[in-house]
C-alpha cells in the first residue's frame, strides 16, 4: 500500500498548542475583556465618587483628562521606542531613556551654538539633536548589541543597564549637574503661553507635544506600512530566520531599530522639554513609564504602546487629582501588575510572544 | 464503556479563540494495550495528549483516568497519578546529564521539601544514594548507561528519544505518552524502540502512542484511533482500521481511490 | 656739589637697603616664630554632586575647593599656640546615596583619618553618617537640613559629635507663617516635592501654620520630573488664597511655572530650598512676585551696611563667582562654607601635638564653642543644648523682582 | 567536581574569610594598608551582605531561570523591619524588657525571615506565572510598590513607622549576650558566617532534588511538569527562599549601617543587584561572592584610584567608566565570571 505518512496533508490553521503560551491560564477564566471592561468601570466610578466629594465638575476631569494625555503623549513616544527595539532584537533597551534624555540636552547646545533665538534655529536645533541621537543610538547598537548578538537576552539587556549608566555618566560630564531651559516652541521664550478652552488651561507646548507627538507615531506607521525598508523591518519582527533566508540584513534591520528608537526618544525629550527642565537624569524616570507603557500594550504592539502610554498617564492624572499624589507610582504599577497578570499579552493585538 | 479502562476520553472539544482543534472526541485505553493514535498533520492528536497530560484543558467534556476526572488538574499532577509523556519535539533540559535527567524523573519520589534540600537532611542523602541507584539501572536497560554523565546538547538524536523515555519512565507510570517516539530516528533505531515500547508492554506499562509511521505504528499497536480534522473517524484492530475508506480518504485526499 | 649730594643719598639708601634686607633676614624668621609647622589637617568632606541632590552638591563642591584655595594661599590655619597647620580638604562624591555616604564616612574617618568631617547634602544620606561619627569619634558638620541630624528625636538630645549650620524647614515654616499672616493670608494649599526635603516642609508647615491661625486646606506632593500637575487642579477647587511650595530648582521652577499659569494672580510662597539663582533662570516669569524665606547671603548686597553678615557674604559672593565662572552663588554654597569655617574654627582651638583621637575631640570642643560666628545665614552661637546656633530671626523674607532676588524687609510686605 | 574537591574548596575559601579577618582584627586596616585602600573591612562586610542576597537571586535567575528585578524591596523588607521593631520598640507598645533584651534583634531577624519569605510565597505564587520580561517587569513594579510604601511611610504618616525619606537612625549593634557584636572588624565575622551559611545552602539545594527540579524547569518547564514538578509551587518556594535570604541580608545591613533610608532599596538598587549576579556569574553559588566583590572592588577602585589620578575630577567620570566596564564584561564574559558548566542555554528571556 502506499506510504501515507509521507503524505502531507496542508496544514489547518489550528494554533499549535506548543506548551502554554503566557496566557495559558487564560482558558480557565472568565474573558478577560469582561474583567478589564469591569474593573475600569468601577474604577473610573470610584475616581468619580472622590470627584465629587471635591466639587469637581466637568471642567475638573476634563482638566484632568487633558494633563494626562499631554505626560501620556510622551510616555506614549518612549514606550513606542521601547517596542520597536524589542521587536526587531528582542531586547529592552534600557538606554532608551538616556535618548529622552540626550534629545533636549542636545538641543539646548545646538540652539546655544546658533546663537540661542529665531524659531528657524529652534527647528534646526531640534532636528540635529535629533539626527545626533539616533546617531548616538546607532552606534550604541553597532558597538555594544551587535557584537554581543548571540548572547543570551538578560545578558543584552544587562549590556544596555551599562550604555544608559555610561551616557548619564557622560552627559553629566558635559553638560554638569544643573537643570537647563529650553524655550517653548511658539513663543520661543520660556514664558509659555496658557491657553483657556472651557475652563480648561493649557500651556500651548502641549498641543506641539500633542501634535509632534502624533506627527511622529503617523510617520512610523507610514514607514512600517508603505516603505520597502519598513516592510523588512516588521518581517524581522515576526520571524527573524525566515527574514534571512528571504536576504534581509536582520543586523541592519537591528541597527535601524536602534536609530528609530533614538528618533522616538530624542523627539519624546525635546517636545517635554520646554516644560520640564532637563537635567542629565531626566532619563531614568521617564524611561521607566516609558518601559511600563509598553509592557502594558503588550511590548510587541505599536498601537498597544501608544494606547498603554496614554492610558498610563490619564490614569496617573486622576488619580493624582483626586487622592493622594505620593501613591501614584504605586497606583500605576499595582494596575500594571493586574493588567500582566489578567492579560499577558496585552490588550490590543490577539496576542503572539 | 467498559469498567476496566484506564483512560476514557469522553465527548472532548478543545477551541483555541473559537478554532476548533477537537470536537466530541471520545476513546479510550485499556490496560496493558498498545493504543495507536494517528491521522493527517493538524488533525488534533498533540492537542489530545496535551488534554490527556492536562497541560491544556478542554473546552468541553471530560476526561477520566483510573476513574477519576483530569479536567482542571495541573499537569504535574497528572504525572503523580501515573500519566507520563515524551515530546514530539524533543524536551530536554540543556546543560544537564543523561543521569540528570532520569533524577528529575524520579523527583516525586525523592519526597524531599526544599527546606530539607537545603539543609541536606541525613534522610536525603540516603535518599539521593537510592535514586541514584535506580537511575543507573534504569539507564542500564535502555543502554544509556555509558553515556549517564554526558550533557545531553552533545548527544545525537536517536539518543534523545531514548533519554526522553527513560525521564518519563522514571515516574513509573500506568500510561505512557508517546509523541511520535519514531520521528527522526533511522530503521535500526526505529526497529529498536518498537522493542522497547513492546517490552513496557510486557511489564505492564499501557502505551499510548501517536506515530506517523504507518509500518511501525501497525506493527506495534493492538488498537489503532484515527483523528482527523479534529474529528475521530474511527477505532480498532491495525488491520480493519488500515482498509477503513474513511481513512484512506483522508490520508489520501478525497476523491481519490486507495 | 649736587651730583656729590646725589652720590651720597645715592650710597646711603643702598646701605640702608642693605641694612634693611639683613635685618628682615634676622628679624623675620622671629616674626613668623609660628611658622613652626604643625601637624597637617584634614577635612574630609562628603557632598551629593551627582544625583539627585546634584544641584545642591555641586556648588558646595565649588565652595569646597575655594575654601581649599584659600587656605593655600593662607599658608593653612594657626592654632592657638601660634602653630601653623596646612588644611587639606579631601573632597568626595556620595552620589547622593545612603549607602555611599556611609562608605565614605568610614573610610574617611578610618583610612584617610580626617580630623574633622563635613558631610553631606541631603538629610537621608547624612543621617546614614550620623552613627559612624558618633561610634568613631569624629566632629560631623552636616550640609543637610534634617532636625534629626543633629538631635536625637527619641531623647531630643544633642549628638555630641554632629553639628549643623543649616536652618529648618521649621524656621522656614515659622517665617512663612509669620508672612502670610502680615498679608491677610489664612487658607493656603501646600505643594511639595516628593523628596526628604519636600516631605519635610510638608510636615513642618503642618506644625507652624495653625499656631499663626493658617490654615492648610491641601496638601499634596508632585514628582521630582513630573510636567503636568494634576494637584493644580485640586487647588483650583479647594479655594485656598496662596500656593506654599516645598521644592527645589529644577521640580521648584516647573510646578511655579504651572501653579502660575493656572491658579492666577495669587500669592506663591516657597521654601529656602528654592532660595537658588536656579530658581530665577529656570522658572524665569513665572517666578516673578514669589516670595520665600531665605538665608541673608541671597541678598548680600542690599542688606544694611550695619549688617554683621554683609562684608563677609560680599567677599564670599565676588570669590564663588571666579571659581564657578559667574554663576551667581546659592544658600547651599553657603551652608557649605559655614559647614567648613567650622570645621577650622574647631581645629583652630586645638594645641599642637595631640594625638588624632585627641584632635578630633578638641576640634569638637572647639566647634560647640563657636559664638558670634558670622557666617552667610547671619550670626550664629553654638552650645552644648545648640549643634545649630541659627537664629530664626537672621532669616529674611525676600521677592523676586526683574529676574534678581530682592530683599523684602517686613515694612514692605503688605 | 568531585565531593573532595568541593571540600577542599570550601575549606580554602572558610579559612581565606578566617584569614582575612583574624588579621583586620589584630591589625586594624591591614587591609586597607596592603591594598593602597582598595579593600577595607567595610567594603568586605558589604561584599557579605550582597553574597547573602545575590545567593538567593543566582538560584531564582541562574537556577530557576525567574527574573527578579525587584530583589532589593525585600533586602529592605528586612532591614525596615529590623529598624522599625529595634528603634520603635518603644511606640509599637513592645515591654522595654524584651526590646532591650540580647535576643530580641535576633529574633526579629528570623521573624522579619519568615515574614518576607512568606510574603514573597504569596506574591510569587501569583506573579510567577508569567514569564519572561513580563515577570521582569511584574517584579520590577513589585520592587518599586515596596519602596513606595516604605518611603510614603507605610501611607500611615501619623505613626512615622518608617520615617519617610529620611529613614530610621540609630538602630542597635548586635549582641550575644553581654557581648556586643562590634566594631565592625568583628561584625566582619557575622556576615561573613552568614555569607558562608547562605552558600552552603545555596549550595545544597543546587544539589539535591529540588536543585535538579529547579534547573529542569529552567530547561524546559513542559517537560519538567511532565515528570511531575509542581513548577508552580517550586518556582514560588525558591522566590521565598530567596527573598528570606535578602531579609536576613537586609536585617544585618541595617546592624550594621545603624541607620536605613528607603532610597537604599529603590529601583537602581535592584538593577544592581542583577548586574553583581551577572558579573559573578548567577548560573553558580561562588559566583555571589565573586560577583559582589568584583563590583564592589570596581566602584572602589574608580571612586579612589583611578581618578585619584586627576585630582580635579571627582566622582563625575566613575559612572562613564562604571558603565563601559559593565558593557566589556556582558560582551566578552557573557556568562560572568565564574559559570559552573551545567546551566547554561536558555536564559529567561529568550524567545
Not at chain 3, 530664626?392 to 530682592?406: E, M
Not at chain 4, 510598590?145 to 549593634?173: A, C, K, Q, S, W
Request: glycine share 10%; hydrophobic share 50%; charged share 15%.
Amino acid at each position: 500500500m502506499a506510504e501515507p505518512a509521507t503524505t502531507e496533508l496542508p496544514a489547518r490553521t489550528v494554533p499549535g498548542p506548543r506548551g502554554p503560551a503566557p496566557g495559558a491560564f487564560a482558558a480557565r477564566r472568565p474573558s478577560s475583556r469582561v474583567v478589564l471592561g469591569t474593573a475600569s468601570a468601577v474604577l473610573l466610578l470610584v475616581f468619580w465618587a472622590l470627584g465629587r466629594r471635591l466639587g469637581y465638575g466637568l471642567s475638573e476631569y476634563l482638566q484632568l483628562l487633558v494633563d494626562g494625555t499631554v505626560t501620556g503623549s510622551v510616555y506614549a513616544l518612549v514606550a513606542v521606542g521601547f517596542v520597536v527595539v524589542y521587536r526587531v532584537t528582542g531586547v529592552i533597551n534600557f538606554a532608551q531613556g538616556a535618548f529622552v534624555m540626550l534629545g533636549p540636552m542636545l538641543a539646548i547646545t545646538f540652539f546655544r551654538a546658533l546663537g540661542g533665538s529665531g524659531g528657524l534655529a529652534l527647528a534646526a536645533a531640534a532636528a540635529a539633536a535629533v539626527l545626533a541621537t539616533a546617531l548616538v543610538a546607532t552606534a550604541v547598537h553597532r558597538l555594544t548589541l551587535h557584537p554581543a548578538r548571540a548572547a543570551s537576552a538578560l545578558t543584552r539587556i544587562i549590556i544596555t543597564v551599562g550604555v544608559y549608566i555610561a551616557l548619564q555618566g557622560l552627559a553629566l560630564r558635559v553638560w554638569g549637574p544643573r537643570p537647563y531651559v529650553m524655550p517653548a516652541f511658539s513663543t520661543l521664550h520660556m514664558a509659555d503661553r496658557f491657553l483657556e478652552v472651557g475652563g480648561v488651561t493649557l500651556q500651548a507646548q502641549s498641543l506641539w507635544v500633542w501634535g509632534l507627538g502624533l506627527l511622529t507615531v503617523v510617520g512610523l506607521v507610514v514607514f512600517f506600512e508603505h516603505t520597502l525598508v519598513g516592510k523588512a523591518m516588521r518581517a524581522c519582527a515576526v520571524n527573524r530566520t525566515a527574514a534571512r533566508l528571504m536576504g534581509i540584513r536582520v543586523d541592519r534591520m537591528a541597527t535601524l531599530a536602534f536609530a528609530l528608537a533614538g528618533v522616538l526618544g530624542a523627539v519624546g525629550g525635546i517636545v517635554l522639554a520646554p516644560s520640564t527642565r532637563p537635567t542629565y537624569d531626566m532619563g531614568l524616570d521617564l524611561g521607566l513609564k516609558g518601559f511600563v507603557a509598553a509592557i502594558a500594550g503588550g511590548l510587541v504592539s505599536l498601537p498597544g504602546a501608544v494606547a498603554g502610554g496614554l492610558v498610563l498617564g490619564v490614569l496617573e492624572s486622576l488619580w493624582a487629582g483626586v487622592t493622594v499624589a505620593g501613591f501614584k507610582d504605586l497606583f500605576a504599577f499595582v494596575m500594571l501588575i493586574l493588567l500582566l497578570l489578567a492579560r499577558p499579552q496585552g490588550w490590543l493585538e490577539g496576542g503572539h510572544e | 464503556m467498559s469498567q476496566d479502562s484506564l483512560l476514557r476520553v469522553e465527548r472532548v472539544t478543545k477551541a483555541f479563540d473559537g478554532l476548533v482543534a477537537l470536537s466530541e472526541v471520545s476513546l479510550e485505553v485499556r490496560p496493558g494495550q498498545i493504543k495507536g493514535l494517528i491521522g493527517p498533520n493538524g488533525a488534533g492528536k498533540t492537542t489530545l495528549f496535551n488534554l490527556i497530560a492536562c497541560c491544556l484543558a478542554p473546552t468541553a467534556g471530560d476526561i477520566v483516568f483510573c476513574g477519576r476526572s483530569l479536567v482542571g488538574l495541573p499537569p504535574h499532577r497528572a504525572a503523580e497519578l501515573g500519566i507520563a509523556r515524551t515530546f514530539q519535539n524533543v524536551q530536554v533540559f540543556p546543560g544537564m546529564t543523561v543521569l540528570e535527567h532520569v533524577l528529575v524523573g524520579l523527583h516525586r519520589q525523592a519526597q524531599a521539601g526544599l527546606v530539607a534540600c537545603a539543609l541536606q537532611t541525613v534522610r536525603l542523602r540516603r535518599t539521593e544514594r537510592r535514586l541514584r541507584e535506580e537511575a543507573e539501572a534504569l539507564l542500564d536497560r535502555l543502554g544509556l548507561l555509558p553515556w549517564a554523565e554526558v550533557p545531553v546538547e552533545t548527544l545525537p538524536f536517536g539518543l534523545l528519544r531514548r533519554v526522553e523515555l527513560a525521564r518519563a519512565l522514571a515516574v513509573r507510570p500506568k500510561l505512557l505518552l508517546l509523541d511520535e517516539p519514531g520521528s527522526g530516528l533511522n530503521p535500526t533505531e526505529k526497529q529498536a524502540m518498537s522493542q522497547l515500547v513492546r517490552g513496557l508492554r510486557d511489564e505492564g506499562i499501557t502505551v499510548f502512542l501517536v506515530e506517523h509511521d504507518m509500518t511501525m505504528v501497525m506493527g506495534l499497536a493492538d488498537e489503532v484511533a484515527v483523528l482527523d480534522h479534529g474529528a475521530l473517524l474511527c477505532e480498532g484492530p491495525p488491520h480493519l482500521v488500515q482498509r477503513d475508506p474513511r481513512v484512506v480518504a483522508a490520508y489520501l485526499g478525497e476523491g481519490d481511490d486507495a | 656739589m649736587s651730583s656729590k649730594v646725589c652720590a651720597r643719598t645715592r650710597r646711603a639708601a643702598l646701605w640702608a637697603g642693605v641694612a634693611l634686607v639683613l635685618a628682615a633676614s634676622l628679624v623675620f624668621p622671629l616674626l613668623a616664630a609660628p611658622a613652626r609647622v604643625g601637624t597637617p589637617y584634614r577635612i574630609g568632606f562628603i557632598a551629593s554632586v551627582t544625583g539627585p541632590g546634584s544641584s545642591l552638591g555641586a556648588p558646595e563642591r565649588d565652595v569646597a575647593r575655594l575654601v581649599q584655595d584659600r587656605l593655600n594661599r593662607e599658608g593653612g590655619i594657626a592654632g592657638p599656640d601660634g602653630v601653623r597647620h596646612e588644611v587639606q580638604i579631601l573632597i568626595n562624591d556620595d552620589q547622593s546615596r545612603a549607602d555611599v555616604a556611609a562608605s565614605l564616612a568610614r573610610r574617611l574617618i578610618e583610612q584617610d583619618q580626617v580630623h574633622v568631617l563635613v558631610g553631606t547634602t541631603l538629610s537621608g544620606p547624612s543621617l546614614a553618617i550620623v552613627p559612624i561619627a558618633t561610634e568613631l569619634r569624629t566632629p560631623n558638620i552636616s550640609m543637610a537640613s534634617a532636625r534629626a541630624i543633629i538631635e536625637d528625636p527619641a531623647t531630643k538630645r544633642m549628638r555630641t559629635w554632629i553639628f549643623k549650620p543649616v536652618p529648618e524647614n521649621l524656621h522656614s515654616a515659622a517665617k512663612q507663617a509669620e508672612y502670610l499672616k502680615a498679608v491677610r493670608i489664612d487658607r493656603v494649599c501646600h505643594l511639595y516635592e516628593n523628596t526628604a526635603y519636600g516631605q519635610d516642609t510638608f510636615a513642618s508647615a503642618k506644625q507652624e501654620f495653625p499656631k499663626a491661625g493658617i490654615r492648610i486646606l491641601y496638601g499634596d506632593s508632585f514628582d521630582r520630573f513630573a510636567t503636568e500637575f494634576p494637584q493644580v487642579t485640586r487647588v483650583r477647587a479647594s479655594g485656598c488664597q496662596a500656593v506654599v511650595i516645598g521644592s527645589i530648582p529644577p521640580a521648584a521652577a516647573v510646578i511655579n511655572v504651572a501653579v502660575a499659569g493656572r491658579v492666577g494672580p495669587r500669592k506663591i510662597v516657597h521654601g529656602h530650598g528654592a532660595c537658588s539663582p536656579d530658581l530665577i533662570r529656570t522658572a524665569g516669569q513665572a517666578a516673578e512676585g514669589t516670595v520665600m524665606p531665605c538665608g541673608k547671603i541671597l541678598v548680600a548686597d542690599q542688606l544694611p551696611a550695619n549688617d554683621p553678615v554683609r562684608r563677609v557674604n560680599l567677599e564670599l559672593v565676588a570669590e564663588y563667582a571666579r571659581v564657578s565662572g559667574g554663576q551667581p552663588i546659592s544658600t547651599f554654597a553657603g551652608h557649605a562654607y559655614d559647614a567648613l569655617q567650622w570645621a577650622l574654627l574647631g581645629l583652630q582651638a586645638v594645641p599642637d601635638g595631640q594625638p588624632l583621637a585627641r584632635i578630633r575631640e578638641l576640634a569638637r570642643d572647639g566647634i560647640e564653642r563657636i559664638r558670634n560666628y558670622v557666617g552667610t545665614h547671619g550670626v550664629m552661637n553654638l552650645g552644648p543644648e545648640d549643634h545649630l546656633g541659627f537664629d530664626p530671626k537672621d532669616f529674611v523674607i525676600v521677592t523676586v523682582q526683574g529676574g534678581r532676588f530682592v530683599l523684602l524687609p517686613p515694612d514692605r510686605w503688605k | 567536581m568531585t565531593a573532595r574537591a568541593w571540600a577542599g574548596t570550601w575549606f580554602l575559601a572558610a579559612a581565606g574569610v578566617a584569614v582575612v579577618g583574624a588579621v583586620e582584627l589584630a591589625w586594624p586596616g591591614t587591609a586597607a594598608r596592603l591594598t593602597r585602600g582598595l579593600v577595607s573591612t567595610d567594603l568586605l562586610i558589604r561584599a557579605g551582605l550582597f553574597t547573602v542576597v545575590l545567593v538567593g537571586l543566582n538560584l531564582l535567575m541562574g537556577y530557576a531561570g525567574q527574573a527578579s528585578l525587584g530583589q532589593a524591596a525585600f533586602y529592605g523588607l528586612g532591614a525596615f523591619a529590623s529598624a522599625i521593631f529595634t528603634v520603635r520598640a518603644q511606640a509599637l507598645g513592645i515591654p522595654a524588657s524584651v526590646a532591650g533584651a540580647w535576643w530580641w534583634p535576633w529574633l526579629v531577624m528570623l521573624l522579619a525571615a519568615v515574614a518576607v519569605g512568606a510574603f514573597a510565597l504569596a506574591v510569587g505564587w501569583v506573579i510567577l506565572r508569567l514569564r519572561g520580561h513580563y515577570l521582569a517587569m511584574a517584579t520590577l513594579g513589585l520592587g518599586i510598590i515596596v519602596y513606595i510604601v516604605l518611603r510614603e511611610n507605610l501611607g500611615m504618616p501619623h505613626l512615622n513607622l518608617t520615617g519617610g525619606f529620611d529613614g530610621i537612625v540609630g538602630v542597635p549593634r548586635l549582641r550575644v549576650g553581654g557581648a556586643e557584636l562590634w566594631p565592625v572588624q568583628v561584625y566582619y565575622f557575622v556576615v561573613w558566617a552568614a555569607a558562608l551559611a547562605s552558600m552552603a545552602l545555596g549550595l545544597n539545594v543546587v544539589h539535591s532534588p529540588a536543585g535538579r527540579a529547579l534547573r529542569a524547569l529552567h530547561g524546559s518547564e513542559l517537560a519538567a511538569e511532565s515528570v511531575g514538578v509542581d513548577v508552580g509551587r517550586l518556582k514560588a518556594q525558591i522566590f521565598a527562599l530567596s527573598a528570606a535570604l535578602a531579609s536576613v541580608a537586609g536585617s544585618l545591613y541595617a546592624h550594621f549601617q545603624a541607620a536605613v533610608v528607603p532610597d537604599t532599596f529603590g529601583f537602581v538598587p535592584s538593577l544592581e543587584l542583577v548586574v553583581m549576579s551577572a558579573v559573578g556569574g548567577m548560573s553558580s553559588i561562588w559566583g555571589a561572592p565573586l560577583g559582589a566583590l568584583a563590583v564592589l572592588l570596581l566602584e572602589q577602585l574608580l571612586r579612589t584610584h583611578v581618578l585619584g589620578l586627576v585630582p580635579a575630577v571627582s566622582g563625575e567620570l566613575e559612572p562613564v567608566v562604571f558603565g563601559l566596564v559593565l558593557v566589556v564584561i556582558m560582551m566578552f564574559w557573557p556568562a560572568g565570571l565564574v559559570s559552573s558548566r551545567r546551566v547554561q542555554g536558555t536564559a529567561w528571556a529568550s524567545r
